[in-house]
């Protein structure tokens, strides 16, 4: 039997009857036509996974909530923030649900000098809530109930300058000196920059140089900005992590 979970941006406790918001209603009872006293496992990103029972009332969908409520699928021990040059349209999507997959803990979407993506404040604010509906629908997917943090866009030189200066700081760059076998277990937490499509530029890089990042090779061949962080991100959990 399939376990269908849902998030949904509302206070959850035991015992509880909850009002589904009008998008969880529709994607549980017409997309995926569950029907009266269904069970279903509601989250709202503290980490708990509340299972209950789907409940048909005229035009409400209640989410009754059962008395005991369990921890989701354990958090990585390895707190990753993936700072994204934003790529376009169907590539941001695919590295935001690999990442959180793949136990990422914050995204940062970045604007680089080369990045092709433009975002006004109205369209910034469209992808914003985009990019939202995607990690909660994978933490859905992948069983996690703690939706990584999703900062705003924000240019890369201005981000770099406000780095926690205590982290691991890596920008992935295929003639970097530094592979993976070469770090040490971090300490804290890990910082990794992924430039756009066309790369990083000189001044992104040397704006990173000054805030202390290392340049980190993965292998030998060049990977496409919607392949690179998936990558690094698989490749740090498996030596530090818990892949």
């Not at 866009?153 to 003639?175: G, M, Q, S």
């Amino acid at each position: 039997m399939r376990k269908v979970r849902v998030f949904v941006d509302l206070p959850l406790r035991p015992e509880a009857d909850v009002v589904l918001p009008d998008f969880a209603a529709e994607h549980l009872t017409r997309v995926l036509r569950l029907g009266d006293g269904a069970q279903i496992v509601c989250f709202n990103g503290d980490g708990r996974d509340y299972r209950g029972t789907l409940r048909l009332r005229g035009r409400e969908r209640l989410f009754v909530v059962d008395a005991c409520t369990a921890p989701a699928a354990a958090e990585s021990p390895l707190r990753i923030t993936l700072a994204q040059c934003v790529a376009r349209g169907e590539k941001m999507d695919s590295v935001l649900q690999k990442a959180t997959e793949l136990g990422v803990a914050g995204i940062v979407p970045l604007i680089s000098e080369r990045t092709e993506v433009r975002l006004d404040e109205d369209r910034a604010g469209r992808r914003q809530a985009h990019w939202t509906r995607v990690l909660h629908s994978a933490c859905e997917q992948c069983g996690r109930a703690t939706v990584p943090l999703l900062q705003a866009a924000i240019a890369l030189p201005a981000w770099a300058a406000e780095v926690a200066p205590d982290a691991l700081r890596l920008v992935l760059a295929p003639d970097a000196q530094t592979g993976l076998r070469e770090l040490a277990p971090p300490t804290g937490e890990v910082i990794v920059v992924v430039g756009p499509e066309g790369g990083l530029s000189e001044r992104d890089l040397a704006a990173l140089a000054v805030a202390g990042f290392t340049g980190l090779r993965l292998g030998p061949r060049i990977l496409r900005t919607e392949t690179a962080g998936p990558a690094a991100l698989a490749a740090l959990q498996s030596r530090f992590g818990d892949l």
